[in-house]
């Protein structure tokens, strides 16, 4: 699963609405690959990271055709070349995509694609099949709970010295693009008190 990506993570990764992306995927304007071990989830190719932040950051709103074009051209871009030269949309309107999104959107997703298969394990085995941090128990969502309770990722190290820091930070952007579906557990209504 290399390079793909759920709506949540381009979402993200690209720091716009998850509504953006449904919006892109809805208007057929960014095109899912079906993803086999990841159930009926729908998986975003490469180019929809720097899609959606372009589209965002754009002064004006483009048509239907001119999202669509300019997805395509993003599709025929390399890795290292999709956000690293301007774009040319239309004869004459050229996008600075550097200057808008930064010249190296696309890969920060590549790094965290390969991130998140190098450090994130999802086996029935190991905590029921919540994911975990490779070769411990630890799950993303517990490393992700550290962060929001006011720990630091230097505070986690500090506790499992065997862990990198890009390993946290990538189990903390997993665990926030992929939330627990079902009832919480404990009592949520004491914090509403």
Do not use: C, Q
């Not at 809805?26 to 993803?35: C, D, Y």
């Amino acid at each position: 699963m290399a390079n793909e990506f759920s709506a949540r993570e381009v979402a993200e990764l690209a720091n716009v609405p998850v509504r953006a992306v449904d919006k892109a995927i809805e208007e057929k304007v960014l095109t899912g690959i079906r993803a086999g071990m990841r159930g009926r989830r729908r998986m975003l190719p490469l180019h929809a990271v720097p899609y959606a932040a372009i589209v965002a950051r754009l002064p004006v709103t483009l048509s239907l055709a001119a999202k669509r074009d300019l997805a395509r051209a993003l599709g025929k871009r390399s890795a290292a070349r999709m956000t690293a030269d301007p774009l040319e949309i239309a004869p004459a309107v050229t996008v600075d995509v550097p200057a808008l999104v930064g010249p190296d959107l696309a890969e920060r997703a590549v790094r965290y694609s390969k991130a998140r298969e190098d450090y994130i394990e999802i086996n029935p085995d190991i905590m029921g099949g919540t994911p975990v941090l490779r070769g411990t128990r630890m799950t993303v969502y517990s490393v992700l709970g550290r962060l929001d309770g006011g720990d630091s990722i230097a505070d986690v190290l500090g506790d499992n010295p065997h862990l990198t820091r890009e390993a946290l930070e990538t189990a903390a952007l997993y665990a926030r693009t992929h939330p627990l579906v079902g009832r919480p557990s404990g009592r949520p209504w004491a914090k509403a008190a």
